[in-house]
């Protein structure tokens, strides 16, 4: 499984989106290409560029910036946010993005999406952004499309995507977990690669993910980008988590301390009993 970093982009700026609305967009301080050199200097695999001028008001202002930042970077760069022509497609292709990723274009105009993936075979993702009810979100989660996942991954795998990126409308990722059984779901109907890109609330998140099967196929991915700047984990030890980099038993007193500090964090009602159960090993040795 790949690290993602995201990095939004609006009105030439970084941004994060606390949940996923354009207006509620808070300014970061560091520029758009800094920010994306800071992810990877900090160990991500790829990096998740998404232009929130073109995705929400078709405003293509950023797509300079978008092209230098591309050429910036050493990793390989999706890039994101307002794709709703072959124009679109090509300029970012030929500015150097490993993968662009549709979401609007891909829902309401197949026939277009399906020819681009002919003419661009692998290089063509979806973005779902899918409502608790699953339905999918349009314009930048502006618009219902009226469309349910399980519908559109079954058209978009067959016209030839070459990956999902699913992430969850309205979702405050700090606080609420991510929509596993869309994940699910995905992993169950399509053979192409599976990207959670709404963000994890801590490295338990990361672990469910990484651990995620269905049928023998896992996640190929996962998208940070706000838990790391918010101080809940590190991509040094979000990619620890994916690899698996957990102590082999038999397990020190100070390795179970640091599981049940964990399980705290995910299970609270349980604590005291996880607490004494804990007290019990140290004590037998």
């Given amino acids: 499984m790949d ?10 700026k970084a941004v994060r989106l606390p949940r996923g609305d354009v207006a509620d967009a808070i300014f970061l301080d ?10 990877v200097s900090k160990g991500a695999d790829r990096l998740l560029v998404v232009d929130l001028d073109a995705a929400a ?5 950023n797509r300079p910036l978008l092209a230098r930042l591309i050429d910036e970077v050493d990793v390989p760069v999706v890039a994101a946010g307002g794709v709703r022509s072959a124009s679109e497609v090509d300029r970012l292709l030929d500015a150097g993005a490993w993968r662009v990723a549709m979401g609007t274009v891909a829902l309401i105009d197949q026939v277009l999406f399906w020819d681009l993936c002919r003419e661009h075979p692998g290089r063509i993702m979806v973005s779902l952004d899918v409502r608790p009810d699953e339905e999918l979100a349009i314009r930048g989660w502006t618009e219902g ?21 699913i992430s969850e409308v309205g979702r405050d990722a700090l606080v609420e977990p991510p929509n596993y059984d869309a994940l699910e779901l995905a992993l169950s109907l399509v053979d192409q690669e599976v990207v959670a890109a709404g963000g994890v609330r801590h490295l338990e998140d ?12 896992r996640l190929a991915g996962v998208v940070v980008g706000r838990e790391v700047t ?33 399980w705290r964090a995910v299970q609270p009602e349980d604590a005291d009993a996880a607490s004494r159960f804990v ?4 004590r037998r040795g």
């Fill in 206 to 217: 990361i672990e469910r993910l990484r651990d995620l099967e269905v049928d023998g196929k």
């Fill in 3 to 12: 690290l993602y970093a995201r990095v939004n982009i609006l009105e030439g």
């Fill in 30 to 39: 560091a520029d758009p290409v800094e920010r994306a050199r800071g992810w």
């Fill in 145 to 165: 499309s009226g469309i349910q996942l399980e519908e559109a991954l079954i058209d978009l795998s067959s016209a030839g995507a070459a990956g999902f990126m």
């Fill in 57 to 61: 008001h078709g405003d293509y202002r």
């Fill in 230 to 262: 918010a101080g809940r984990l590190t991509v040094e030890d979000a990619k620890a988590r994916i690899r698996d980099d957990r102590p082999t038993r038999p397990w020190t007193a100070a390795d179970l301390e640091e599981a049940l500090r964990a």
């Fill in 279 to 282: 007290d019990w090993l140290i």
